[in-house]
Structure formats: structure tokens, C-alpha cells
């Protein structure tokens, strides 16, 4: 059963905590709700080729944010809404005004909360491409299709906590999985497999090659100037 009809609305934000609205700026509600919208991932990776081998291993740098974009329309025919108007620049404008301008006590563009049903969309506006479709005889714009374009971006707090979880200074326990070997479970945790001996020390191992599915194995903190040996 189809619910009541909700509208694509773009709410802006004085702090990337997304918890102080700027004063007199009302959010944007769609006059039509996308018909598409488009988020693209991206995960960089580095070429690890070792010495002596004729393959390079890609080795993980870093997860980008993800950037998402939608086309909107803005009408003043009344053909839409029902309500006609002289033109669509005040709708421009507001638009505009919403996504570029700056925020006078930050002193940079506002931060976003994009929100239609299911969709919720943290970010900052990176882009606002505006086409101008139809226009009355005099030449003012009376349609308009803005593309906007948003990159994610997540609170401090949480991004400092996130990331911080899979630190290699931090204390790890792994359980072992059928498969697993300690060199790549290293690899996992420093970034770097030659810490293998280090780890098998630690955890008093005979070998490091006989590894026990369910076996519990201690990651110590180590930096990346921590020796090899």
C-alpha cells in the first residue's frame, strides 16, 4: 500500500554535529521529488609490488567519501503546483543561497542533511549546476533543472572513533578462522606481515605455522617504528 507522499528536503547546518540550524534559513523541500539519484563509492588502493616478484599485491589507503547527486526542478508556470509565479529566480536563489553561501559565524558554506523516506545523506555541498529550461517573452526564467552534488562527511566524535577502533597502537584479539595464517593477520592489523615473529613470541607459539581454528591470539600495540626482527 502506497504511504502518503513525502518530499526530498535539504536542511543546512552551522557544525558538522549537524545540531545548530542557521537562524532564519528555512530547509528546501523538492517541488518534485527526484526521479533518480546517484552515490558513488570509492576506495583507493596502492600497487605493494615486492622485491623479486612479478605481481603487485594493492594494498588499501584509504576509504573516500561518498559523493551523491540528484537533479531537481524548479517551476513557476503553475503547471507543477498550481500556483503560478512571474518567474523562478526567487526559488533559484533561495537554492543557492542554501547550498553556496556562507555561514557568517563559521565563515564557510554550511553542512547538510539531505532527508527523502528511507534516505539519509550527511554532507557538504561540493557543486550546483543550474540549466535554465524555459523562459517567458520578456526573458525571464520560468523553468529550471539545478543538479546538486553533495561528498559525505561524518561527524568528528564518530569519525575519531571509527577509525581509531582498527588503530595499530591499540590492543587486538583475534580469533583464528580455518585458513588464517599469522602473517596475514598481521598484515590486517599493522599493515605490515613482517611482525609475524613478534606476535608468535607474544603468544608463546612453538610455530607460527600451526595456527588452531578458534584459537585466541593477542595483537600488541605496536607503531610503525617498532623493529622488525
Not at 517541488?31 to 609490488?49: H, S
Not at 524555459?134 to 553533495?150: E, T
Amino acid at each position: 500500500m502506497a504511504g502518503e507522499l513525502e518530499k526530498l528536503k535539504i536542511i543546512g547546518f552551522k557544525d558538522a554535529a549537524y545540531s545548530d540550524p542557521p537562524n532564519g534559513m528555512d530547509p528546501f523541500e523538492a517541488m518534485l521529488n527526484p526521479e533518480t539519484y546517484t552515490l558513488d563509492y570509492k576506495v583507493e588502493y596502492q600497487d605493494g609490488q615486492g622485491q623479486g616478484t612479478s605481481h603487485s599485491q594493492q594494498r588499501f589507503t584509504v576509504k573516500k567519501p561518498e559523493e551523491f547527486s540528484f537533479e531537481l526542478l524548479l517551476d513557476s508556470t503553475g503547471i507543477v503546483d498550481g500556483n503560478p509565479r512571474e518567474s523562478v529566480e526567487d526559488d533559484i536563489i533561495k537554492l543557492r543561497d542554501l547550498l553556496l553561501k556562507y555561514e557568517g559565524e563559521i565563515h564557510e558554506p554550511k553542512h547538510f542533511k539531505v532527508v527523502w523516506g528511507s534516505l539519509l545523506f550527511k554532507g557538504r555541498c561540493t557543486g550546483l549546476n543550474i540549466t535554465i529550461k524555459l523562459f517567458n517573452p520578456d526573458g525571464k526564467p520560468i523553468r529550471a533543472v539545478c543538479k546538486v552534488s553533495f561528498k559525505g562527511s561524518v561527524e568528528d566524535n564518530l569519525r575519531t572513533a571509527t577509525e581509531r577502533r582498527r588503530s595499530p597502537d591499540l590492543t587486538h584479539y583475534r580469533l583464528v578462522k580455518a585458513g588464517d595464517t599469522l602473517p596475514m593477520l598481521c598484515f590486517q592489523i599493522y599493515g605490515n606481515s613482517s611482525y609475524y615473529m613478534q606476535v608468535a613470541r607474544v603468544n608463546k607459539l612453538s610455530s607460527f605455522r600451526q595456527l588452531q581454528p578458534g584459537q585466541e591470539l593477542f595483537f600488541p600495540p605496536l607503531s610503525k617504528n617498532t623493529p622488525v626482527r
